[in-house]
């Protein structure tokens, strides 16, 4: 229970002067005021004694006389005629009789000033209680002035201050003519209370600063410490996350929704790898229950701080989208297959271009004289169409070397398809794989863009040629289905995926590839999901080891 010292001090002041009071009053009347009464007592016993003796004296010599001369010739022995004939002796006796009478009176008389002495005394004693109580009011009023005003005003702005509330200041007198060392601590109580508000600013512009400068930065950024609570994190954090709230929660509830630790046979935990098993750096994929068709690629490192109870651990995460490293390789390499497409196609298209040129001007010569020789027609015509031919092929690579526009479109899978093994055809060949198409005779459209599905069949066709480093058989099928949907089928016979590993392929940088030739930077299939998945398209895949693998990509069908 609080208790101030202005109600200490006023209690323990009129505690001590009544006990004081109490003690003296208690020793000065029982010791000697009983000590007077005892005396009093015995002298007025003795002295009434002593009357008693006399009047007893007198009334006997009284009655003694009267008996005499009531009997004359009583014999008397001859001390005791002296004595009746002595009459002095008889006024002696009754002086001395009213004298000590008298003297009784004076022993009262002096006891009763003696007992006014005392309470006199007491008087003075009271009295001078009152002087001593109004001197410590006055002197509690200067040490309430002096001490516990300036006390109390330390306390309260003390309370605010423990509140939060660091704009509070201790009022001060500004003209203290005799400043002592209780202004001097209210001066330094104040301008100490400036320097914490002012750290206290500066912290939060830094904290600020610190959370302007991580909220810029593009990937999702994040700070647990060792019991996977979240310190700090950033805006693109919580667009990750799904929420704005996660500050002081569990890594795993904000990231997986879970109420419990990640299974370490589910998840690699970055935080349990630090801890368990000191590793400097983790780099792990994970899907978060907010975006679950993303992957995020997270880089953790330990962080070490120094405290009052020694190193504590941090760990620092950085959290990319990899959807936008996807897109940004997809489309650099768009640009650099454009880029050289592009170059290449201009250079044959230009000398294809003037080859054509005399070809035609020959064939008109030829058709003008009717008496050339088939034969030779024959063959400059077939010229003319293989060069017809080499010039469709740069058509197709600055087609495909277009820069992919947002804009929807009716795409021609069938068409794609041949356009796409044309390209493909000398690898093919020199690879040893023989392709079997398998068209139907009626057109299929999809909607699209034609850039993108071109490139998604060539990283497909590409990825079969891989799985085949010794040839083999390419089959590639399209067909119509009832339900509306576009098939495409992309079967080999090569190598074939582990079944361990089919729920990976489509993860970025997942690459099975156990060479330079076929070891690729595991972006291909990734690429190949998002272009589908933009195609409201899904794709599956099926491998046996060493006996094959087919991807199957269904698209929905639009009208011509």
């Not at 002041?13 to 005021?33: H, K, M, P």
């Not at 879970?258 to 994970?286: D, G």
């Not at 058989?473 to 361990?500: F, M, Q, V, W, Y």
């Not at 489509?506 to 998002?530: H, M, Q, W």
Request: net charge negative.
């Amino acid at each position: 229970m609080f208790f101030s010292l202005n109600k200490k001090f006023l209690y323990t002041v009129a505690i001590f002067f009544l006990f004081t009071a109490i003690l003296f009053v208690y020793t000065f009347y029982i010791s000697y005021g009983n000590k007077i009464q005892e005396e009093q007592k015995s002298t007025i016993l003795r002295n009434q004694q002593y009357l008693e003796l006399l009047y007893e004296n007198i009334t006997l010599r009284k009655e003694l006389e009267a008996l005499i001369h009531n009997n004359p010739d009583l014999p008397l022995s001859s001390p005791l005629q002296k004595y009746f004939q002595d009459d002095e002796h008889i006024q002696d006796k009754q002086d001395e009789l009213s004298i000590e009478q008298k003297r009784a009176a004076e022993i009262v008389k002096n006891y009763d000033e003696r007992y006014e002495a005392i309470r006199q005394g007491i008087k003075i004693v009271f009295s001078s209680a009152f002087l001593i109580i109004l001197s410590m009011l006055l002197i509690w009023y200067l040490m309430k002035k002096w001490v516990l005003t300036p006390i109390n005003n330390l306390s309260a702005v003390s309370k605010l201050v423990s509140a939060g509330n660091f704009s509070s200041r201790v009022e001060t007198e500004k003209d203290t003519v005799f400043p002592d060392e209780l202004d001097e601590l209210t001066f330094t109580f104040n301008r100490m209370l400036d320097n914490i508000e002012n750290n206290i600013k500066e912290i939060k512009n830094q904290e600020t600063f610190l959370q302007s400068i991580i909220d810029s930065i593009p990937d999702g950024i994040r700070v647990i410490d060792s019991n996977a609570d979240i310190i700090i994190a950033n805006k693109e954090y919580y667009r990750q996350c799904g929420s704005s709230d996660c500050i002081n929660k569990k890594c795993y509830y904000s990231s997986q929704n879970r109420n419990t630790p990640c299974p370490h046979s589910m998840f690699t935990c970055p935080l349990h790898e630090i801890k368990a098993n000191h590793a400097k750096n983790v780099k792990v994929i994970q899907q978060f229950a907010h975006l679950p068709n993303r992957h995020l690629a997270i880089n953790a490192a330990p962080l070490f701080m120094e405290n009052e109870k020694g190193k504590e651990l941090y760990i620092v995460e950085s959290i990319r989208d990899l959807s936008e490293d996807i897109r940004f390789s997809h489309q650099q390499k768009l640009s650099s297959l454009g880029f050289l497409a592009t170059s290449v196609a201009h250079e044959m298209k230009n000398h294809l271009g003037s080859i054509r040129m005399i070809i035609e001007g020959l064939l008109s010569k030829y058709y003008r004289n009717e008496n050339a020789p088939e034969e030779e027609k024959k063959y400059l015509e077939l010229i003319n169409s293989q060069l017809s031919e080499c010039i469709n092929v740069p058509e197709r690579l600055l087609k495909l070397g277009q820069y992919s526009s947002e804009e929807q479109m009716n795409v021609n899978c069938g068409d794609c398809i041949k356009d796409v093994l044309s390209l493909l055809d000398y690898e093919a060949k020199h690879g040893g794989i023989e392709i079997l198409l398998e068209l139907p005779p009626e057109d299929i459209f999809i909607r699209g863009s034609e850039g993108d599905f071109k490139m998604a069949l060539i990283n497909l066709t590409q990825n079969a040629f891989k799985a085949m480093p010794d040839g083999g058989k390419l089959r590639l099928s399209l067909k119509a289905e009832p339900s509306g949907k576009a098939t495409i089928e992309i079967a080999d016979n090569g190598i074939g995926i582990p079944k361990a590993n089919l729920n990976r392929i489509f993860e970025p940088f997942f690459s099975e590839g156990k060479n330079s030739r076929t070891k690729g930077t595991g972006l291909g299939l990734s690429i190949v999901k998002s272009i589908i998945d933009k195609f409201k398209g899904t794709i599956t895949v099926s491998s046996h080891e060493h006996q094959g693998t087919c991807f199957t990509l269904k698209f929905p069908i639009s009208k011509k």
